[in-house]
């Protein structure tokens, strides 16, 4: 966990600099803008294929507490989880990585008095930025569509940010174990998996048991319950244990990232 002590030793100003750094390869060229229109655009289209278009052949859907909504209205919340899971994990994988393992941009900012902890804080919260600028735009389109409403919309943001710092932790470290792009296969896979398998498109509880149990474990299963449950107002005791569990997700990242970049580069 984060240390009181080490939290202390943060310099806001020097993980602004850190982020001012990414500001300033984002003004370098269009070819980023293009990369970030192109991962808000991907959940909208499932959204529109599946939760639309699959969902006039579903019809309704009864959720575990007795209440009947349309298969879109299911569906959009565990879209915009994914968006934000996608948004952080871009940036806090192939990107970082780039940075650490070949641009060699995180040996020069050691360089200065910038921190591993530091840098782990400035890119979190860089991803932060990418990630929210997804999940707006798609709450946006669900209250277009009528898919929620705007105060149960802002009740669920904070939401997507929980779930985009827990994601963005966790890619941070990951990245840190990659030994080549040949390895990011596997991280694609099991996050395909993961959206495949964590109540997107259907009720857990229509898993088998074994199956079940399984995905209660996974990260995007309460990331998709806490944004579900705030986004269309199913408002439970259970909705503090998803949170709960992307903040302790979000804190081992983040301090095994920092710890990592500590013992490979500052050597």
Known sequence: MISTMVAARVSPSRVGAVMNRNVGALRSGPSYWLVLLSGFFEPVLYLLSIGIGVGALV???????????EYAVFVAPAMLAVSAMSGAL?????????????????????????????IALGELAWAMVRSSVYTIAFLM?????????????????????LVGLAFGGVGMAIS?????????DMLTTGQFALF???GTFSPVQDYPVAMEIVVWLTPLYHAV?????????ELSWGLLGN??????????????A??????TLCV
């Open 141 to 161: 389109v669900m209250v277009a569509l009528g898919l929620t409403s705007p105060g149960w919309a802002l009740a669920a943001l904070p939401a997507t940010l």
């Open 176 to 184: 840190t174990l990659m030994r080549g792009w040949q390895d990011f």
């Open 243 to 256: 949170a709960a569990y992307l903040l302790v997700m979000m804190a081992l990242g983040l301090t095994f």
């Open 225 to 233: 319950e806490l944004v579900r449950g705030l986004a269309i107002g």
């Open 196 to 198: 495949l398998f964590s």
């Open 90 to 118: 871009s940036e806090t994988t192939f990107n970082f990585f780039f940075k650490m393992k070949y641009s060699k941009t995180f040996d020069a900012i050691l360089a200065t008095p910038v921190k591993p902890f530091e």
């Open 258 to 263: 920092a710890r990592r970049i500590q013992r």
């Open 59 to 69: 019809g309704d859907l009864t959720l575990p507490s007795g209440r009947v909504v």
